[in-house]
């Protein structure tokens, strides 16, 4: 099954005000190795036209791109609130 | 004076834990989840191994939700087209049952209801920000703005620490400390489940995988349990070795899982009803933070409590043991009113005396060897190639296993004062 496809299955209540999770493009820009396109379990980074997108939407707030991006892009924040994701088994 | 006499951060099988110990010795507790309900965040395999449970709720083998008992165990070798497997079954097993399989969400709630039952107050829905500090002490808790007051806070926060971290009283975590874990919930009918597996009733599989058919260097180890109708399978991803390859995403990794010849089978017809992922603590000893100071004690993954190393994936156990000795600190130095952190010592104690820290410092460096090439990329080879030659008729004569050991060492480029030597460090840390 396609990442997407499992993205699709999950429940989110999506926080439009606060992303939990931001990164520094000046940062990004100078990335040698986009290792979060890499670690990220759900997606959220990928690369468009060698620019580092983000979108904290289908996070599932796992906690991994904080340790994985090694050049200190990435500040990441507990969702607020009871938004984000909400497994229905975990 | 305090608000409480302890926040509990965190409703997770640690946090719930402590709030339930605390209340039943009539502790004024607050447990405080960013989740809601409880558990609607975590993720865990899951199975629950142990009977840490006995120590807060003594009849919860026949009251918690679990979902099948582990009868049978499975550990496995996967190379590319093969299989090898030890499979355990005993009636001792049985009959001193020592693992649950579980799913979080439904774990989760029910621990948080006892807590509440107990007497601790539950507020789910509400993040903590950070410790609240006064005169460098630990007074409380910071949420939106706000101070609640505490003799003491247990962080149970789980693996990505951020309130530990951005109150300063841990360091950020690094790559040996964590693995990422990925997985899914498949519904299947209990019946096929029961078929496939060749259990009855309330029995249940447990299989763990390395999964040695991963290319480039890459480390993981998959899992596989039953539940009543559904399996859990995943893959516990090593982040290091993730990092060296460059080349791999986490989530691809499942997919080459369960599409194994040998795993593909055992879910066919299967639906995919969730996906989930969470980090692993797994830096083992050397991972373990300060775990107490001026008005505070850290348990359960966010003290870095876990027995993971790609073979073997433990932390709720020692999460619930670690909740519980946190609880059992305070409610010995509430006597004297004492919360400083030379009184606090007393949890790494009580700690020491369990098997939390004799885990810890006996398996110290176990890591280093189950997660290292040997065991994730020539032993699966290695073992392949010796079945296959014992195995497959071809007419040739047979030579003796001796020599069929040391050609498959040979092609997996392993000498053998190498495996000797590996072999050793893992038996001595075993
Ligand atoms: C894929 C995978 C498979 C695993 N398999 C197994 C297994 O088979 N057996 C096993 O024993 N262990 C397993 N583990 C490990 C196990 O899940 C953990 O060790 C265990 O969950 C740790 O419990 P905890 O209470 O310390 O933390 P958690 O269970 O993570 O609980 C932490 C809680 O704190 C809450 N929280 C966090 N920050 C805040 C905040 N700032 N404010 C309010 N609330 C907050 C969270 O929402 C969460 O409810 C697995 C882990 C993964 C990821
Ligand atoms: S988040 Fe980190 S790893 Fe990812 S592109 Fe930016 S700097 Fe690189
Ligand atoms: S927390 Fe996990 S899911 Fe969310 S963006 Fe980071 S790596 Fe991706």
């Known amino acids: ?90 | 004076m305090s608000e409480f006499d302890v926040i509990v951060v965190g409703a997770g099988p640690a946090g719930s834990s402590a709030a339930i110990r605390l209340a039943s010795k009539k502790m004024n507790v607050l447990l405080v989840e960013k989740s809601d309900p409880p558990g609607t965040k975590n993720v865990s395999g899951g199975v629950l191994w142990g009977h840490e449970l006995d120590g807060v709720i003594p009849d919860w083998e026949k009251t918690a939700p679990v979902e099948r008992y582990v009868k049978a165990k499975t550990v496995g070798f996967l190379t590319e087209e093969s299989s090898i497997n030890i499979d355990f079954r005993s009636r001792k097993f049985d009959e001193n049952r020592s693992g649950y399989t579980v799913l979080r969400v439904k774990l989760d709630q029910w621990l948080a209801k006892k807590a509440v039952e107990s007497g601790a107050m539950l507020v789910n829905g509400v993040t903590v920000d950070r410790l609240a500090m006064k005169d460098g002490k630990v007074v409380g808790v910071e949420q939106d703005g706000d101070t609640i007051t505490a003799d003491t806070v247990i962080l149970s926060e789980g693996a990505n620490p951020r309130v530990a971290i951005q109150s300063g009283i841990r360091e950020p975590l690094k790559d040996h400390d964590v693995a990422i874990g990925v997985k899914e919930v498949i519904k299947l009918p209990e019946e096929k489940i029961n078929e496939r597996f060749n259990l009855r009733g309330k029995e249940g599989f447990a299989g763990e995988y390395v999964l040695g058919f991963l290319k480039g260097g890459v480390e993981a180890g998959g899992f596989l349990y039953t539940n009543k109708e559904s399996l859990s399978l995943g893959a516990v991803i090593s982040m290091k070795h993730l990092r060296a390859n460059g080349n791999t995403r986490s989530f691809d990794i499942i997919e080459e899982f369960n599409s194994h010849p040998s795993i593909a089978p055992l879910i066919e017809g299967g639906k995919i009803d969730e996906y989930s992922a969470h980090m692993v603590q797994e830096g083992g000893y050397s991972s373990i933070p300060k775990l107490f100071g001026d008005g505070y004690m850290i348990t359960g993954d966010a003290a870095g409590f876990s027995f993971s190393n790609g073979l073997v994936l433990q932390g709720m156990n020692y999460a619930i043991q670690s909740g519980i000795t946190a609880a059992d600190t305070f409610i010995d130095l509430k006597e004297k009113g004492n919360f400083s952190n030379s009184a606090m010592s007393l949890y790494q104690e009580k700690l020491q005396k369990t098997f939390v820290m004799q885990d810890m410092t006996n398996f110290k460096g176990i890591e280093n060897v189950t997660w290292g090439n040997l065991t994730h990329q020539h032993l699966p080879g290695i073992l392949e190639n010796v079945m296959l030659e014992i195995f497959m008729e071809n007419g040739m004569p047979k030579r003796h296993m001796y020599k069929i050991l040391m050609d498959a060492m040979k092609k997996q480029n392993v000498s053998s004062s190498r495996m000797i030597s590996e072999s050793f460090k893992m038996i001595r840390r075993l």
């Open chain 1, 1 to 90: 099954m396609k990442i997407e496809d499992r993205l699709s299955l999950l429940n989110y209540k999506t926080d439009k005000s606060f992303a939990h999770i931001t990164v520094d493009q000046n940062i990004c820009e100078t990335c040698p190795d986009h290792f979060c396109t890499y670690a990220c379990p759900a997606k959220c980074y990928t690369l468009i036209e060698d620019k580092l997108n983000f979108k904290y939407e289908d996070c599932v707030e796992c906690g991994t791109c904080v340790v994985a991006c090694s050049h200190g892009s990435v500040s990441w924040n507990n969702v607020k609130g009871a938004h984000g994701v909400k497994y229905k088994y975990g």
